[in-house]
């Protein structure tokens, strides 16, 4: 017999609803489920969701080495877990909970990345804990609180549809969001919306645009001023929703004295009359809409850049209204909740500030300890400096692969050759796994209850389909497992829902869900009581932090420009066929089938300089390292800028990229970096090895 078990797709952040087809103790297809923000459909990822689950590399138990020098070996939860006890209260004692790093995970459930920061602060007591909404949205996460006091997406997936002008800014949303630009393209098409593309590449989604703005990568903040600008020196502000409901416009409108559009070619290189146009049509729409991604949070600017969007959907009314919005789509499954449950080295729960004594008391009762940490803790790439320095000695990662996805790899790798001792927690052994002392064996999404939260804030339910592989169980049920040996009882939770029990009763935002309210498509938070039915749109009467904020912002170039060593422009990304460093879809047959080469994208221009052709293997160098990839020769891409995906261990782009951070979120900057390119066969031997991280200058 068969069964049907209803569930979300476990790729990106839109949150669409599957249904996975259980048969003989094996999800044997998937379909999309008719409820839901999918409107019964599903992108490729979606569709092929289930063929990692039952691959045979699939962690099966946890693996043990004595050193790294030594082969892992297979060892029970007994011994496993008595390894990482006696090390962990070894560090304590020699070094103190500071030495102890953590590392959650977007792609893990609300409830296992609840035990596990629970775990860093009541059981080791510290607050170096973070994910890697670091890399993606945190910037985001500071501007907006600064702007308006909260740092989600403002409105829902669904009112896209009522927007009449769409401003998707360094969002490639078609190949990263499907089903999200699919809801775009029918807006477009079907509502008549006009849509402005602001992308340095010439992606999908330009093809239903009424403009493009083709600005060089790294100058959003001009970019945005200069529609500011515009704007406010036609009249075409808002002054009644300027006076009613923020503040600090003036000082705003005085400051973009420099940002006259014909000054901006010469930085941004897109004309001025775009600029003007871009102006006329966000200012001029009755409801406008703001999408971002990762082309506006990963750089160095990238607070600045989403201040100025802030600050220009403020100057137009464009907020607390179907329709209108800044809405940063968040990238992996369940990379809101994470943050939500306090897996950042500031906040506790519900973004509730770390360092106020106040809620410390609060966790304090509730968590019925006295070693919560009084300060503020390490961000992901400050933990990587940490370990150099001997300040970190143990380290837990789950669900993450920092050795490709975070920025200056050779360097990540060093640092976790330095470590004294690591445990990843992961599904497959990852290239991050490589390094670890302890490997614990993660239980899928399919094979665990949880919920996710998605980008437009909903919370809603996983559910079991099938036992874990082997002796694999869900994280939740591990990390508590864990604190009972440490002599800590309050984390011997029974089940998923009683651990969501515990997430509710101490997070604002969830206080009034639970499993049984969450049934069917689930809740947007804030849901403050039992009663509340979920908030589909934020500030729709007045900001959470009482007035919007005006805050003045310029730009800033990006740390490294192209020059004559490095004369062009690397941009990193992804694909719409893999995800990631590519641990689930590279084992994906259907994923694979339609890529598994690592690329780069080059203009035909700039190809023909070099003596390029389509395919032809190439090795791009930046400063920190080289790598080789097959030349893909298209306009999307302008004269000057290279795009690689960072997806392909064999080729990782971070080996490229810069490790210098937003000083105000500390994202790093991994949209831009200078490189050079050549082909292959003009590669020396030594280049050869520094490409695969042995050597380094
Ligand atoms: N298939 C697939 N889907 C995914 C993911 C995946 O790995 N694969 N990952 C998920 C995650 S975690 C995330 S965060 C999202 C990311 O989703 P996106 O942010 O949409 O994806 P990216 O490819 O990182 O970058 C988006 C766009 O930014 C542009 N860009 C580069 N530099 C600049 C710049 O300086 N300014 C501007 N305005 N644009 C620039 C690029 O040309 C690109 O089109 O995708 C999610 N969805
Ligand atoms: N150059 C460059 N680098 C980037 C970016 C970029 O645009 N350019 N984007 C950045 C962004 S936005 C992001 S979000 C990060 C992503 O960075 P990571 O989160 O490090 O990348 P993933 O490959 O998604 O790693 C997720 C891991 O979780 C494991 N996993 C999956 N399901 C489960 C589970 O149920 N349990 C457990 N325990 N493990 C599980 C997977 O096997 C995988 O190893 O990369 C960042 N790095
Ligand atoms: S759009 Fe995202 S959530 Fe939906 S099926 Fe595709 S990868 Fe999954
Ligand atoms: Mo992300």
Not at 90 to 106: H, I, M, Q, R
Not at 257 to 262: K, N
Not at 267 to 279: D, F, H, K, L
Request: net charge negative.
């Amino acid at each position: 017999m068969w069964r049907d078990v209803e569930t979300l797709c476990p790729f990106c952040g839109v949150g669409c609803r599957i249904v996975l087809r259980v048969y003989d103790e094996k999800v044997e297809a998937l379909y999309p489920s008719e409820e839901g923000v999918n409107e019964g459909k599903l992108c490729i990822k979606g569709w092929s969701a289930h063929e990692f689950i039952h691959h045979p590399e699939r962690l099966s138990r946890p693996l043990l080495r004595e050193d790294r020098s030594r082969e892992f070996r297979e060892v029970s939860w007994d011994e496993a877990l008595a390894v990482i006890k006696c090390r962990l209260e070894a560090v304590l004692e020699n070094n103190g909970p500071d030495a102890v790093n953590f590392l959650g995970s977007a792609k893990c459930t609300n409830e296992d990345n609840y035990a596990l920061q629970k775990f860093a602060r009541a059981v080791v007591g510290t607050s170096h804990i973070d994910h890697c909404a670091r890399l993606c949205h945190a910037s985001t996460v500071t501007g907006l609180s600064m702007s308006f006091g909260s740092g989600a997406m403002t409105n829902s997936i669904d009112d896209i549809e009522d927007a009449n002008v769409i401003l998707l800014i360094g969002s490639n949303t078609s190949e990263q969001h499907p089903l999200i630009g699919r809801r775009i393209i029918k807006t477009v098409k079907e509502k008549g919306a006009a849509l402005i593309v602001a992308d340095p590449r010439r992606i999908d989604l330009v093809e239903v645009s009424r403009l493009h703005l083709r600005h060089r990568p790294g100058t959003d903040t001009a970019l945005i001023n200069g529609i500011l600008h515009v704007i406010i020196q036609e009249g075409r502000e808002d002054r009644k929703f300027i006076e009613e409901n923020t503040k600090g416009f003036e000082a705003v409108a005085k400051s973009l004295g420099d940002y006259a559009p014909e000054h901006l070619e010469a930085i941004t290189g897109v004309p001025s009359r775009q600029i003007v146009e871009a102006a006329r049509m966000y200012a001029g729409a009755e409801k406008a809409s703001i999408i971002y991604a990762m082309g506006i949070t990963q750089h160095v600017s990238g607070t600045d850049n989403v201040v100025a969007l802030a600050n220009l959907s403020m100057a137009t009314g464009n907020v607390g209204r179907k329709g209108t919005g800044i809405n940063p789509l968040r990238g992996q499954n369940n990379v809101q909740g994470a943050c939500d449950v306090g897996v950042l080295p500031d906040f506790f729960p519900g973004y509730q500030s770390a360092e106020d004594p106040d809620v410390r008391d609060y966790f304090s009762k509730s968590w019925n300890t006295d070693r919560l940490p009084e300060k503020n803790g390490l961000t992901l790439c400050e933990m990587t400096e940490a370990i150099f320095e001997k300040r970190t000695r143990w380290m837990y990662i789950m669900g993450e692969n920092p050795t490709l996805s975070d920025p200056d790899s050779v360097h990540v790798r060093r640092a976790l050759e330095n470590i004294d001792f690591l445990v990843v927690h992961d599904i497959f052994l990852t290239e991050t796994a490589a390094f670890a002392n302890v490997v614990l064996p993660g239980a899928s999404y399919a094979e665990k209850d949880g919920t996710f939260t998605s980008t437009e804030r909903r919370v809603q339910r996983i559910r079991k389909a099938l036992e874990p592989v082997g002796e694999a169980r869900p994280e939740w049920k591990a990390i508590g497992d864990l604190a009972g040996r440490m002599g800590y009882e309050e984390m011997e939770w029974q089940s998923a829902r009683e651990v969501f029990s515990e997430i509710a009763g101490v997070t604002p935002i969830y206080r009034g869900m639970s499993y049984e309210r969450l049934e069917g498509t689930g809740i947007q938070w804030p849901c403050p009581g039992v009663n509340h039915p979920g908030t589909p749109l934020l500030h729709s009467g007045g900001f959470a932090r009482g007035k919007g904020c005006f805050i003045s912002v310029h730009y800033n170039p990006p740390p490294e420009v192209s020059d004559d060593d490095y004369p062009l422009i690397l941009m990193t990304g992804r694909s719409l066929f893999q995800f990631h460093t590519g641990t689930m879809t590279r084992r994906s047959p259907t994923l694979q089938g339609q890529l598994d080469e690592a690329y780069a994208e080059v203009n035909p221009g700039d190809a023909k300089t070099l003596g390029i052709t389509d395919g032809m293997k190439i090795a791009v160098e930046s400063r920190r390292g080289i790598i080789r990839v097959a030349a893909r020769i298209t306009e999307r891409v302008s004269p000057g800028t290279v795009f690689i995906p960072f997806h392909f261990a064999e080729a990782a782009a971070n080996i490229l990229t810069l490790r210098t951070l937003d000083p105000k979120s500390k994202i790093p900057e991994l949209k831009v970096s200078a490189v050079k390119m050549k082909r292959e066969e003009l590669t020396t031997l030594n280049e050869i090895k520094k490409s695969n991280g042995e050597m380094k200058e």
